[in-house]
C-alpha cells in the first residue's frame, strides 16, 4: 500500500517540493563552491542540501518569505567574516530571525537520521515559524561571534593565510553533562554568526528556563550573547567573541560512531 506523503509544514498532500534547508540565495552567495554532507553517509558531496517534504504553496510562499527577510539580514552583516579585535552592533527583529532559525533547525532535523528527538519538539513551533502565532517565551536564544584566527607555521615562524570561518551549519549541541530532560539544544552556524537555540520539549517555567541557561553556561565558556525579545540591536565587543579554534571545529564537526 502506498504510504501518503505529507508536507512538513501544512500536513497537505499535494505539489511536494524539494525545500533547501539554507535559504538557496544564502548558499549562492559564497563565491566557492560548498560541500554538503548528511549523518547519511561519510561522504561530503556537491550540491545544494534539500528535504524533499515541502508543498509548493509553502515553499514558494510563506516560507520564501520569510527566508527574503533574513536573507537581506545576512547579506548586510553576516557574509564576510569578521577578523580578530572586531566589535560589532548586530540588528535584528527577534521573532523574525527566531522563526527563521527555527526553520532551518527543522529542515536539518528532518534531514537527519537521528534527529527525531528535535523533530517532534520543533514541530510543536510550526505556527510559529509559519505566522508567528504560538508560545515561544520559553526559547533562549544566543549568539556567539566567532572570528577567524591567525595562524604561524611552526617551522618558519612565518604567518600564514588566516584561518575563515566560512561556513554554514546546522546541528544539535550535546556531550556537556546537561540535564536534557526539559531542553534539546540546535546550533545554526552562517560564518561568524553561530546562534545557539535551547528549546524547551514541553512547557517550562521561567525558573526552570533561568536553571537551564545558567547550566548551559557553567558547561561552555561558547555560550555567547542573550538576544531578547524587545531589543532591536546588540553591541558585541572584542571581548564577548572568540576565534575559530580547534574546540570549535569539534562542535562544528559530525562526531563519528
Not at 50 to 63: A, E, M, Q, S, T
Not at 79 to 94: A, C, S, V
Not at 151 to 179: A, C, D, H, K, Q
Not at 190 to 214: A, C, E, G, H, Q
Amino acid at each position: 500500500m502506498e504510504i501518503k506523503k505529507f508536507c512538513a509544514y501544512c500536513k497537505g498532500t499535494s505539489n511536494l517540493t524539494k525545500e533547501h534547508i539554507f535559504p538557496s540565495a544564502i548558499i549562492k552567495s559564497f563565491d566557492v563552491e560548498l560541500l554538503a554532507m548528511t549523518d547519511k553517509n561519510e561522504y561530503h558531496f556537491k550540491g545544494d542540501p534539500v528535504i524533499g517534504d515541502v508543498c509548493d504553496k509553502c515553499n514558494n510562499g510563506i516560507l520564501s518569505q520569510l527566508d527574503a527577510h533574513f536573507v537581506t539580514s545576512f547579506k548586510n552583516q553576516m557574509l564576510t567574516p569578521l577578523k580578530p579585535g572586531d566589535e560589532i552592533t548586530f540588528e535584528y527583529e527577534y521573532d523574525l530571525l527566531l522563526r527563521e532559525l527555527l526553520k532551518i533547525s527543522y529542515n536539518s532535523a528532518r534531514a537527519s537520521n537521528g534527529g527525531y528527538d528535535a523533530r517532534t519538539t520543533l514541530e510543536k513551533y510550526i505556527p510559529f515559524i509559519i505566522n508567528g502565532n504560538g508560545k515561544v517565551d520559553g526559547i533562549i536564544l544566543s549568539l556567539l561571534i566567532v572570528t577567524s584566527a591567525n595562524r604561524i607555521n611552526v617551522e618558519t615562524g612565518n604567518y600564514e593565510e588566516p584561518l575563515e570561518p566560512y561556513l554554514l551549519r546546522s546541528t544539535s549541541i550535546s556531550g556537556l553533562n546537561l540535564n536534557y530532560s526539559n531542553y534539546i539544544i540546535r546550533m545554526v552556524a552562517f560564518n561568524s554568526f553561530w546562534f545557539f537555540l535551547l528549546i524547551p520539549k514541553r512547557l517550562v517555567t521561567s525558573k526552570m528556563k533561568k536553571k537551564f541557561w545558567d547550566e548551559f553556561k557553567s558547561k561552555t565558556h561558547l555560550h555567547g550573547v542573550l538576544l531578547k525579545k524587545g531589543d532591536a540591536s546588540i553591541k558585541i565587543t572584542k571581548d564577548k567573541t572568540t576565534y575559530l579554534h580547534p574546540d570549535l571545529i569539534g562542535m562544528m564537526c559530525r562526531k563519528i560512531k
